[in-house]
């Protein structure tokens, strides 16, 4: 992809916008088929979405975004550009966008975040996080696979989680911004009702029915 690309995904047109991100091979494609029941591009490959994916509800804009991250096959320099057009596109339309989802592993989230602390590196998921926040936008963090995590485990696994993003345990006190879901098997009942309460939140009641 080049910038040349990047103006091809201009929506001028739409009033709001609700962006999915996340790593590569996390299920952002097959979250978004369960939430939207569209025919979403979705494979096992990390990498399959590489550029924006985007769905239109009336004035509601809903962007698939590609996966960051290691991506099989992909050149490291590609991946680099990818994430470059990811943050542009954020920096651009920050200011009708109601809110980021971003959609993690649950169970290796925490291992893959302190393996990149362990190198001196600022893992990318947090470096996203923050900057989403620096731009004053909305962010729900999709906790996925949970339905991988030993029951017994799910409370440290999920503390562990919103550690890492600088939210203090429990993350029981975060439910109005941590959903834990199992895209596969279609649990995603609680971030559906947060994506509808943040359209409530702008009163645009008419636009839940996209979710």
Not at 60 to 79: C, F, R, S, W
Not at 137 to 145: L, R, S
Not at 159 to 170: A, G, H, I, Q, T
Request: glycine residues 6%; negative net charge.
């Amino acid at each position: 992809m080049s910038l040349q690309d990047y103006k091809s995904f201009e929506h001028v047109d739409a009033e709001h916008e609700i962006v999915f991100i996340g790593r590569s091979n996390v299920g952002k494609s097959t979250l978004m088929r369960e939430l939207l029941g569209a025919k979403v591009r979705v494979g096992k490959r990390p990498g399959v979405t590489q550029k924006p994916n985007f769905y239109e509800y009336k004035d509601l804009l809903i962007t698939d975004m590609p996966g960051y991250g290691y991506m099989k096959g992909v050149e490291h320099a590609k991946q680099e550009r990818i994430k470059d057009l990811i943050v542009k596109y954020f920096e651009d339309h920050a200011s009708r966008i109601v809110c980021a989802v971003q959609v993690i592993d649950a169970k290796s989230f925490a291992d893959i975040v302190d393996r990149w602390d362990g190198r001196g590196e600022i893992p990318i998921d947090i470096e996203l996080n923050e900057f989403l926040h620096d731009l004053n936008i909305d962010v729900i963090i999709a906790a996925n696979k949970i339905d991988k995590i030993d029951p017994k485990d799910m409370d440290t696994v999920l503390d562990d989680v919103v550690e890492r993003l600088k939210m203090y345990p429990p993350w029981s006190g975060w439910l109005d911004r941590l959903a834990p879901i199992t895209a596969k098997k279609g649990d995603v009942d609680h971030l559906r009702y947060l994506l509808k309460n943040r359209l409530r939140a702008i009163k645009r009641e008419d636009l839940v029915g996209c979710f």
